[in-house]
């Protein structure tokens, strides 16, 4: 294999407003092995707020949001949430068009509820799509329904 050089970056932030919390991040990179290159693009963005009245806490030394503290009512927490995500990348030889072009977008809409600190069921509506930049058609259109259990400990 060749050596390929990679040059990675990367933008971050986040921000709590008691209920309401909001976070972004756009980052990418670029790979180089001297016969090809490729260059990759991705963004996302979260709005979250706390139906309940709770908030979530940053641990700044670890750089992470850390559990739900103080569930105030016995039924639990229960937080709604939206995000969209975007990623962009393409490859192509050293001196020739690209040989793949292609871009992926997705809106999530999400209903966590907390039963406990470490106990929370998660419920995701999304619908993405895939795009062929090089032919502008769409690849793929997903609608989907996910759901978890998540215990921590």
């Known amino acids: 294999g060749r050596d390929t050089d ?18 972004g991040e756009f980052s990418g990179a670029t790979f180089d092995d001297g016969a090809q290159r490729g260059e990759v693009m991705a963004a996302y963005g979260m709005l979250s707020w706390f139906v309940t009245g709770e908030s979530r806490s940053y641990d700044r030394k ?9 569930i105030r009512h016995k039924p639990g927490a229960f937080e709604v949430a939206l995000r969209y995500d975007q990623m962009r990348g393409n490859q192509h030889l050293d ?59």
């Open 62 to 70: 670890t750089g992470r949001f850390a559990r739900i503290k103080d």
């Open 95 to 153: 001196g020739q068009p690209d040989l793949r072009n292609g871009s992926t977008e997705a809106w999530t809409l999400a209903g966590n509820w907390y039963l406990r600190d470490n106990l929370r069921f998660m419920l995701n509506l999304i619908e993405s799509r895939n795009r062929n930049r090089l032919t502008d058609t769409t690849v793929d259109h997903t609608r989907a329904v996910t759901g978890r259990l998540q215990f921590d400990f």
């Open 6 to 23: 990679v040059n990675k970056w990367s933008l971050e932030y986040a921000q709590v407003r008691g209920p309401l919390s909001w976070q």
